[in-house]
Protein backbone atom coordinates (compact mmCIF):
# COMPACT_ATOMS: atom_id res chain seq x y z
CA UNK A 1 0.00 0.00 0.00
CA UNK A 2 2.98 2.16 1.04
CA UNK A 3 4.33 2.09 -2.71
CA UNK A 4 0.95 3.38 -3.80
CA UNK A 5 0.78 6.27 -2.00
CA UNK A 6 2.11 8.98 -3.41
CA UNK A 7 -0.35 8.31 -6.63
CA UNK A 8 -3.34 8.75 -4.76
CA UNK A 9 -2.67 11.35 -3.10
CA UNK A 10 -1.91 13.07 -6.76
CA UNK A 11 -5.28 12.22 -7.29
CA UNK A 12 -6.19 13.30 -4.50
CA UNK A 13 -4.81 16.84 -4.91
CA UNK A 14 -6.60 16.71 -8.17
CA UNK A 15 -9.77 16.66 -6.72
CA UNK A 16 -9.35 17.19 -3.15
CA UNK A 17 -12.83 16.99 -1.23
CA UNK A 18 -12.66 18.44 2.12
CA UNK A 19 -12.17 15.43 4.17
CA UNK A 20 -9.46 14.31 1.57
CA UNK A 21 -7.73 17.65 1.90
CA UNK A 22 -7.49 17.05 5.51
CA UNK A 23 -5.71 13.91 5.27
CA UNK A 24 -3.43 15.23 2.66
CA UNK A 25 -2.58 18.08 4.93
CA UNK A 26 -1.76 15.63 8.03
CA UNK A 27 0.71 14.11 6.19
CA UNK A 28 2.70 17.51 6.69
CA UNK A 29 5.57 18.30 9.53
CA UNK A 30 7.29 20.83 10.07
CA UNK A 31 10.49 18.68 8.85
CA UNK A 32 9.15 18.30 5.59
CA UNK A 33 8.17 21.43 5.83
CA UNK A 34 11.63 23.16 6.07
CA UNK A 35 13.30 20.39 3.76
CA UNK A 36 11.05 21.25 0.63
CA UNK A 37 11.49 25.56 2.12
CA UNK A 38 15.24 24.97 1.88
CA UNK A 39 14.93 25.32 -2.35
CA UNK A 40 14.51 28.98 -1.23
CA UNK A 41 18.32 28.91 -0.64
CA UNK A 42 19.01 26.95 -3.98
CA UNK A 43 18.94 30.02 -6.34
CA UNK A 44 20.71 27.02 -9.28
CA UNK A 45 17.08 25.09 -8.58
CA UNK A 46 15.12 27.51 -7.94
CA UNK A 47 16.19 29.44 -11.54
CA UNK A 48 15.23 25.93 -12.56
CA UNK A 49 12.01 26.37 -11.42
CA UNK A 50 11.14 29.74 -12.53
CA UNK A 51 8.36 29.76 -15.26
CA UNK A 52 10.40 29.67 -18.72
CA UNK A 53 9.08 33.06 -20.17
CA UNK A 54 10.03 35.93 -18.42
CA UNK A 55 7.43 38.21 -20.13
CA UNK A 56 6.17 40.62 -17.32
CA UNK A 57 2.74 40.23 -16.59
CA UNK A 58 0.67 42.87 -16.16
CA UNK A 59 -1.54 43.15 -12.50
CA UNK A 60 -4.41 41.66 -13.61
CA UNK A 61 -2.76 39.08 -15.74
CA UNK A 62 -0.86 37.92 -12.96
CA UNK A 63 -4.03 37.44 -10.81
CA UNK A 64 -5.86 35.04 -13.14
CA UNK A 65 -2.92 33.55 -13.21
CA UNK A 66 -2.33 33.46 -9.01
CA UNK A 67 -5.60 32.21 -8.84
CA UNK A 68 -5.07 29.74 -11.03
CA UNK A 69 -1.71 28.42 -9.03
CA UNK A 70 -4.30 27.62 -5.99
CA UNK A 71 -7.09 26.56 -7.96
CA UNK A 72 -9.30 29.36 -6.55
CA UNK A 73 -12.24 31.20 -8.57
CA UNK A 74 -10.70 33.82 -10.88
CA UNK A 75 -13.48 36.56 -9.57
CA UNK A 76 -11.74 36.10 -5.90
CA UNK A 77 -8.53 37.32 -6.88
CA UNK A 78 -10.40 40.35 -9.09
CA UNK A 79 -12.06 41.51 -5.60
CA UNK A 80 -10.22 44.84 -4.00
CA UNK A 81 -10.48 43.00 -0.59
CA UNK A 82 -8.05 39.85 -1.93
CA UNK A 83 -5.78 42.46 -3.62
CA UNK A 84 -5.59 44.52 -0.67
CA UNK A 85 -4.45 41.12 1.21
CA UNK A 86 -2.47 40.72 -1.85
CA UNK A 87 -0.32 44.27 -1.59
CA UNK A 88 -1.70 46.34 0.72
CA UNK A 89 -5.06 48.90 0.32
CA UNK A 90 -2.53 51.90 -0.20
CA UNK A 91 -0.83 50.45 -3.47
CA UNK A 92 -3.63 50.07 -5.81
CA UNK A 93 -6.46 52.19 -6.73
CA UNK A 94 -9.62 50.94 -8.48
CA UNK A 95 -10.52 52.65 -11.32
CA UNK A 96 -13.84 51.96 -13.67
CA UNK A 97 -13.60 48.28 -11.66
CA UNK A 98 -9.97 47.72 -12.54
CA UNK A 99 -7.01 47.37 -10.14
CA UNK A 100 -4.64 50.46 -11.10
CA UNK A 101 -0.78 50.39 -9.37
CA UNK A 102 2.56 52.08 -10.49
CA UNK A 103 5.10 50.74 -13.13
CA UNK A 104 7.38 50.02 -9.52
CA UNK A 105 4.51 48.61 -7.82
CA UNK A 106 3.85 46.08 -10.82
CA UNK A 107 7.21 45.13 -11.29
CA UNK A 108 7.38 43.82 -7.68
CA UNK A 109 4.05 42.20 -7.99
CA UNK A 110 5.39 39.92 -10.91
CA UNK A 111 8.71 39.15 -9.16
CA UNK A 112 6.74 38.15 -6.32
CA UNK A 113 3.94 35.98 -8.79
CA UNK A 114 7.37 34.08 -10.23
CA UNK A 115 8.79 33.59 -6.47
CA UNK A 116 5.47 32.15 -5.31
CA UNK A 117 5.20 30.29 -8.61
CA UNK A 118 8.47 28.34 -8.39
CA UNK A 119 7.89 27.83 -4.55
CA UNK A 120 4.30 25.85 -5.35
CA UNK A 121 4.73 24.15 -8.59
CA UNK A 122 5.79 20.76 -7.92
CA UNK A 123 8.47 19.29 -10.18
CA UNK A 124 6.36 16.70 -11.65
CA UNK A 125 2.93 18.55 -11.03
CA UNK A 126 1.40 15.41 -11.34
CA UNK A 127 2.40 13.61 -8.33
CA UNK A 128 2.57 16.56 -6.03
CA UNK A 129 2.75 14.67 -2.95
CA UNK A 130 4.06 13.88 0.53
CA UNK A 131 4.79 10.96 2.22
CA UNK A 132 3.67 9.07 5.38
CA UNK A 133 0.92 10.55 7.15
CA UNK A 134 1.99 12.48 10.45
CA UNK A 135 0.39 14.77 12.77
CA UNK A 136 -2.81 16.66 11.95
CA UNK A 137 -2.49 20.39 10.87
CA UNK A 138 -3.10 23.45 13.18
CA UNK A 139 -5.69 25.63 11.17
CA UNK A 140 -5.90 28.98 11.38
CA UNK A 141 -2.68 30.77 9.92
CA UNK A 142 -0.13 33.16 10.86
CA UNK A 143 -2.62 35.85 12.66
CA UNK A 144 -4.50 33.19 14.83
CA UNK A 145 -1.06 31.29 15.50
CA UNK A 146 0.20 34.88 17.08
CA UNK A 147 -2.52 34.50 19.79
CA UNK A 148 -1.65 35.21 23.34
CA UNK A 149 -1.53 31.47 24.06
CA UNK A 150 0.68 30.31 21.18
CA UNK A 151 4.02 31.92 22.74
CA UNK A 152 4.59 30.11 25.77
CA UNK A 153 6.26 31.55 28.45
CA UNK A 154 10.26 31.51 28.71
CA UNK A 155 10.38 30.19 31.84
CA UNK A 156 8.16 27.31 30.55
CA UNK A 157 10.50 25.31 27.94
CA UNK A 158 8.77 23.85 25.25
CA UNK A 159 8.10 19.91 24.64
CA UNK A 160 10.65 17.93 23.22
CA UNK A 161 9.02 17.34 19.53
CA UNK A 162 8.95 13.66 18.26
CA UNK A 163 10.89 13.55 15.17
CA UNK A 164 9.68 10.84 13.09
CA UNK A 165 11.84 7.62 12.39
CA UNK A 166 13.89 7.12 8.74
CA UNK A 167 10.87 4.58 8.05
CA UNK A 168 7.89 7.40 8.86
CA UNK A 169 10.02 10.43 7.08
CA UNK A 170 7.90 12.28 5.00
CA UNK A 171 8.58 14.03 2.00
CA UNK A 172 6.85 17.68 0.38
CA UNK A 173 6.63 17.80 -3.39
CA UNK A 174 4.88 20.96 -3.42
CA UNK A 175 2.89 23.63 -1.27
CA UNK A 176 -0.27 22.41 -3.24
CA UNK A 177 -1.31 20.66 -0.06
CA UNK A 178 -1.34 23.78 2.21
CA UNK A 179 -2.47 26.32 -0.05
CA UNK A 180 -4.89 24.62 -2.71
CA UNK A 181 -8.17 26.51 -2.49
CA UNK A 182 -6.76 28.15 0.61
CA UNK A 183 -7.14 31.96 -0.44
CA UNK A 184 -6.01 33.30 3.17
CA UNK A 185 -2.70 31.51 3.49
CA UNK A 186 -2.25 32.20 -0.07
CA UNK A 187 -2.23 36.12 0.26
CA UNK A 188 0.04 35.97 3.81
CA UNK A 189 2.52 33.89 1.67
CA UNK A 190 2.16 36.16 -1.30
CA UNK A 191 2.32 39.64 0.78
CA UNK A 192 5.08 38.60 2.76
CA UNK A 193 7.49 37.95 0.08
CA UNK A 194 5.58 41.04 -2.15
CA UNK A 195 6.79 43.73 1.01
CA UNK A 196 9.98 41.71 1.56
CA UNK A 197 10.53 42.58 -2.40
CA UNK A 198 9.14 45.84 -2.29
CA UNK A 199 11.16 47.02 0.82
CA UNK A 200 14.50 46.05 -1.14
CA UNK A 201 14.12 46.44 -4.97
CA UNK A 202 15.27 49.72 -4.63
CA UNK A 203 19.16 48.56 -3.66
CA UNK A 204 18.86 45.85 -6.35
CA UNK A 205 20.65 45.58 -8.74
CA UNK A 206 18.61 43.74 -11.46
CA UNK A 207 17.87 45.16 -14.39
CA UNK A 208 14.13 46.17 -15.45
CA UNK A 209 12.11 43.23 -16.21
CA UNK A 210 11.51 39.49 -16.05
CA UNK A 211 12.52 37.97 -13.02
CA UNK A 212 15.61 39.65 -12.65
CA UNK A 213 14.47 40.91 -9.45
CA UNK A 214 13.83 37.44 -8.38
CA UNK A 215 17.28 36.28 -9.17
CA UNK A 216 18.85 38.97 -7.82
CA UNK A 217 17.26 38.38 -4.17
CA UNK A 218 17.16 34.68 -4.02
CA UNK A 219 21.27 34.74 -5.34
CA UNK A 220 21.84 36.64 -1.62
CA UNK A 221 22.35 34.77 1.39
CA UNK A 222 20.94 36.98 3.53
CA UNK A 223 17.50 37.23 1.57
CA UNK A 224 17.04 33.86 1.03
CA UNK A 225 17.53 33.24 4.44
CA UNK A 226 14.93 35.65 5.22
CA UNK A 227 12.43 34.22 2.38
CA UNK A 228 13.06 30.51 4.56
CA UNK A 229 12.40 31.86 7.74
CA UNK A 230 8.91 34.44 6.71
CA UNK A 231 7.91 31.23 4.50
CA UNK A 232 8.41 28.72 7.42
CA UNK A 233 6.83 31.27 9.69
CA UNK A 234 3.11 31.68 7.61
CA UNK A 235 3.12 28.22 6.40
CA UNK A 236 4.37 25.86 9.98
CA UNK A 237 1.71 27.69 11.81
CA UNK A 238 -0.44 25.67 9.61
CA UNK A 239 1.12 22.81 10.33
CA UNK A 240 2.86 22.06 14.03
CA UNK A 241 1.66 26.04 15.20
CA UNK A 242 2.66 24.40 19.01
CA UNK A 243 6.12 23.37 18.13
CA UNK A 244 7.06 25.94 15.19
CA UNK A 245 9.00 28.21 17.60
CA UNK A 246 10.96 25.74 18.85
CA UNK A 247 11.69 24.24 15.25
CA UNK A 248 12.64 27.35 13.92
CA UNK A 249 15.03 28.15 16.89
CA UNK A 250 17.19 24.67 16.38
CA UNK A 251 17.09 25.29 12.61
CA UNK A 252 18.68 28.57 13.36
CA UNK A 253 15.52 30.75 11.53
CA UNK A 254 15.01 33.00 14.41
CA UNK A 255 17.05 35.09 16.53
CA UNK A 256 19.36 38.38 15.89
CA UNK A 257 20.91 37.18 12.77
CA UNK A 258 17.96 37.10 10.94
CA UNK A 259 16.01 40.02 12.73
CA UNK A 260 19.01 42.06 10.69
CA UNK A 261 18.81 40.26 7.63
CA UNK A 262 14.78 41.36 7.56
CA UNK A 263 15.50 44.95 9.11
CA UNK A 264 18.72 46.44 8.31
CA UNK A 265 19.47 47.96 4.66
CA UNK A 266 15.73 48.40 3.49
CA UNK A 267 14.18 50.95 2.31
CA UNK A 268 10.67 51.74 4.64
CA UNK A 269 10.74 55.32 3.23
CA UNK A 270 9.92 54.41 -0.33
CA UNK A 271 8.27 50.95 0.33
CA UNK A 272 5.80 52.52 2.88
CA UNK A 273 5.90 56.20 3.55
CA UNK A 274 5.64 56.93 0.09
CA UNK A 275 2.55 55.47 -0.98
CA UNK A 276 0.57 56.83 1.82
CA UNK A 277 2.26 60.73 0.95
CA UNK A 278 0.79 60.25 -2.78
CA UNK A 279 -2.58 58.65 -1.28
CA UNK A 280 -4.66 61.67 -0.94
CA UNK A 281 -4.12 65.19 -1.70
CA UNK A 282 -6.81 66.36 1.37
CA UNK A 283 -7.01 64.53 4.64
CA UNK A 284 -10.25 64.02 7.00
CA UNK A 285 -11.36 65.96 10.22
CA UNK A 286 -8.71 65.53 12.93
CA UNK A 287 -11.61 63.46 14.35
CA UNK A 288 -12.23 61.40 11.63
CA UNK A 289 -9.01 60.56 11.44
CA UNK A 290 -8.00 59.96 15.06
CA UNK A 291 -10.85 57.82 14.94
CA UNK A 292 -9.98 55.86 12.08
CA UNK A 293 -6.24 55.29 13.47
CA UNK A 294 -7.52 54.14 16.53
CA UNK A 295 -10.10 51.67 15.25
CA UNK A 296 -6.93 50.30 13.17
CA UNK A 297 -4.41 50.05 15.74
CA UNK A 298 -6.94 48.35 18.09
CA UNK A 299 -8.28 45.76 15.29
CA UNK A 300 -4.11 45.19 15.16
CA UNK A 301 -3.66 44.57 18.64
CA UNK A 302 -6.20 42.25 19.09
CA UNK A 303 -5.51 40.21 16.68
CA UNK A 304 -2.28 39.50 18.47
CA UNK A 305 -3.96 39.33 22.02
CA UNK A 306 -3.87 42.88 23.12
CA UNK A 307 -5.98 45.37 24.39
CA UNK A 308 -7.46 48.88 23.06
CA UNK A 309 -5.23 51.74 23.68
CA UNK A 310 -6.67 54.61 25.36
CA UNK A 311 -5.07 57.59 24.63
CA UNK A 312 -5.09 60.05 22.29
CA UNK A 313 -2.90 58.93 19.48
CA UNK A 314 -2.74 62.42 17.48
CA UNK A 315 -1.65 64.93 19.64
CA UNK A 316 -2.39 68.15 16.93
CA UNK A 317 -6.25 69.38 16.58
CA UNK A 318 -5.62 70.62 13.50
CA UNK A 319 -5.24 69.07 9.83
CA UNK A 320 -1.70 67.69 9.49
CA UNK A 321 -1.45 65.37 6.76
CA UNK A 322 2.66 64.81 7.32
CA UNK A 323 1.62 63.44 10.66
CA UNK A 324 -1.42 61.55 9.30
CA UNK A 325 0.60 60.08 6.52
CA UNK A 326 3.39 58.87 9.10
CA UNK A 327 1.21 57.46 11.39
CA UNK A 328 -0.88 55.56 8.64
CA UNK A 329 2.79 54.22 6.90
CA UNK A 330 3.56 53.10 10.50
CA UNK A 331 0.59 51.07 10.88
CA UNK A 332 1.18 49.68 7.32
CA UNK A 333 4.92 48.73 8.52
CA UNK A 334 3.76 47.12 11.49
CA UNK A 335 1.22 44.90 10.14
CA UNK A 336 3.59 44.15 7.12
CA UNK A 337 6.44 42.66 9.92
CA UNK A 338 3.37 41.12 12.07
CA UNK A 339 3.75 38.49 8.55
CA UNK A 340 7.47 37.73 9.89
CA UNK A 341 9.65 36.18 12.87
CA UNK A 342 9.83 39.46 13.97
CA UNK A 343 5.79 39.37 15.18
CA UNK A 344 6.93 37.21 17.95
CA UNK A 345 8.67 40.16 19.66
CA UNK A 346 5.45 42.39 19.29
CA UNK A 347 3.69 39.69 20.69
CA UNK A 348 5.22 39.11 23.43
CA UNK A 349 5.49 42.99 23.87
CA UNK A 350 1.72 42.96 24.11
CA UNK A 351 1.65 40.46 26.55
CA UNK A 352 3.78 43.11 29.22
CA UNK A 353 1.75 46.14 27.53
CA UNK A 354 -0.58 46.83 24.83
CA UNK A 355 0.42 50.26 24.68
CA UNK A 356 3.82 48.90 22.97
CA UNK A 357 2.29 48.75 19.53
CA UNK A 358 1.30 51.82 19.42
CA UNK A 359 4.42 53.43 21.26
CA UNK A 360 6.48 51.44 18.39
CA UNK A 361 4.12 53.42 15.69
CA UNK A 362 4.46 56.44 17.18
CA UNK A 363 8.15 56.60 16.81
CA UNK A 364 8.29 54.99 13.53
CA UNK A 365 5.73 57.66 12.34
CA UNK A 366 8.14 60.80 13.81
CA UNK A 367 10.89 59.43 11.49
CA UNK A 368 8.33 59.29 8.51
CA UNK A 369 7.06 62.46 9.13
CA UNK A 370 10.85 64.18 9.70
CA UNK A 371 11.69 63.03 6.26
CA UNK A 372 7.93 64.12 4.88
CA UNK A 373 8.87 68.06 6.09
CA UNK A 374 12.50 67.55 4.82
CA UNK A 375 13.80 67.65 8.03
CA UNK A 376 15.85 64.56 7.73
CA UNK A 377 17.24 62.66 4.36
CA UNK A 378 15.93 59.55 3.58
CA UNK A 379 18.85 57.37 4.51
CA UNK A 380 19.06 58.88 7.95
CA UNK A 381 15.38 57.71 8.27
CA UNK A 382 15.39 53.93 7.28
CA UNK A 383 18.49 53.69 9.39
CA UNK A 384 16.51 55.07 12.67
CA UNK A 385 13.34 52.62 11.61
CA UNK A 386 15.18 49.83 11.54
CA UNK A 387 17.61 50.28 14.23
CA UNK A 388 13.99 50.97 16.33
CA UNK A 389 13.14 47.62 15.21
CA UNK A 390 16.31 45.88 16.06
CA UNK A 391 16.24 47.34 19.55
CA UNK A 392 12.67 45.94 19.74
CA UNK A 393 13.58 42.17 18.68
CA UNK A 394 16.02 42.43 20.93
CA UNK A 395 14.46 43.88 23.73
CA UNK A 396 11.24 41.66 23.02
CA UNK A 397 12.78 38.36 22.48
CA UNK A 398 14.73 38.24 25.46
CA UNK A 399 14.12 35.57 28.18
CA UNK A 400 14.21 37.77 30.67
CA UNK A 401 10.91 39.77 31.10
CA UNK A 402 11.38 43.49 29.50
CA UNK A 403 10.41 46.11 33.19
Known amino acids: MVGKLPSLLGRILKNPGPNKRENLMSAITLKSLHNYLKLLENPSELKRRLPASSNPRTLKEGLYETSRLVGVDEAVFKDAQTIAALIGAQRFVMIWGEPSVTDHVARV???????????????????????????????????????????????????????????????????????????????????????HMLGFALQSSAPQGGASLVNDLTGSKEHSRSFLSTALFILGAEVERDHLMSFMMQQGLFGMSIFEHLLQNRDYCEAFHSFRRLERAFIGSPTAEEAQLRNRLDKFNAQLGGKPYGAKILEADEQDKAKVDAYLAAADLLEALALTPWCMSLTNALSVASSHSVRSASVIASHFERFGRGEVTKDRANQEIADHLLAFARQFSADTKPG
Do not use: I, Y
Open 109 to 195: FDNSRVLLTALVSSVNSENATVGQMAAGPQQGGAVAALSPGWAQHKSEPPAAQALPSAEQETRLDSLKPLLAGNTPLTCRLFRALFE
